[in-house]
T-cell receptor
Framework: DQQVKQNSPSLSVQEGRISILNCDYT??????FLWYKKYPAEGPTFLIS?????DKNEDGRFTVFLNKSAKHLSLHIVPSQPGDSAVYFC????????????FGKGTSLLVTP | EAGVVQSPRYKIIEKKQPVAFWCNPI?????LYWYRQNLGQGPELLIR????????DSQLPKDRFSAERLKGVDSTLKIQPAELGDSAVYLC?????????FGPGTRLLVL
């Protein structure tokens, strides 16, 4: 039972443009959401997070938006750079479960020059 | 600050053999997690430790998997005997407040 879904397996964007990665979840008890970036042969690297009490969090070129009523979050990367090419995982957790992460299957982002 | 350390990075074994993975979390992080990641999937939780106590091992296949965190710091995950389907990346993570930080993982191939 996949509680976190990333419906786009891959995304290709030109350098300098905006990348938008989407994520949907089904469990309304989730109260903390994270994005991780993963390069081949490395572990996931924490990128940005958002609490359920917020609807937006920004860190440099990365912004995460949360729509609780739609159970949807998105990651915006502006401007996209070739070094952003990686697999991006959306994850959700709840404090009552010790912040155990439920991951989507990932979206592979390719930023072309 | 040093990150989560895992060893070995790669392991190739024959089926029915035992294998063990080691993890040292970020200093001061009391919560430690083991995840398994299959190809094309996101990581899936195996076990969560709060200090030395395994507080959630519901996803750990207990017939062949075991884990320990004796002094509440580093942890070992063991598989005995390994099966072909155990081929995956085994990730260790530790948590500060709400955020988990992952190690590089151990890539296991069972032949």
């Amino acid at each position: 039972d996949q509680q976190v879904k990333q419906n786009s397996p891959s995304l290709s964007v030109q350098e300098g443009r905006i990348s938008i990665l989407n994520c949907d979840y089904t469990n309304s008890m989730f109260d903390y959401f994270l994005w991780y970036k993963k390069y081949p042969a490395e572990g996931p690297t924490f990128l940005i997070s958002i609490s359920s009490i917020k609807d937006k969090n920004e860190d440099g070129r990365f912004t995460v938006f949360l729509n609780k009523s739609a159970k949807h979050l998105s990651l915006h990367i502006v401007p996209s750079q070739p070094g952003d090419s990686a697999v991006y995982f959306c994850a959700a957790s709840e404090v009552n479960s010790g912040y155990e992460l439920n991951f989507g299957k990932g979206t592979s982002l390719l930023v072309t020059p | 600050e040093a990150g989560v350390v895992q060893s070995p990075r790669y392991k190739i074994i024959e089926k029915k053999q035992p294998v063990a993975f080691w993890c040292n979390p970020i200093s001061g992080h009391n919560t430690l997690y083991w995840y398994r990641q299959n190809l094309g999937q996101g990581p899936e939780l195996l076990i969560r430790y709060e200090n030395e106590e395994a507080v959630d091992d519901s996803q750990l296949p207990k017939d062949r998997f075991s884990a320990e965190r004796l002094k509440g710091v580093d942890s070992t995950l063991k598989i005995q005997p390994a099966e072909l389907g155990d081929s995956a990346v085994y990730l260790c993570a530790s948590r500060q407040v709400e955020t988990q930080y992952f190690g590089p993982g151990t890539r296991l191939l069972v032949l």
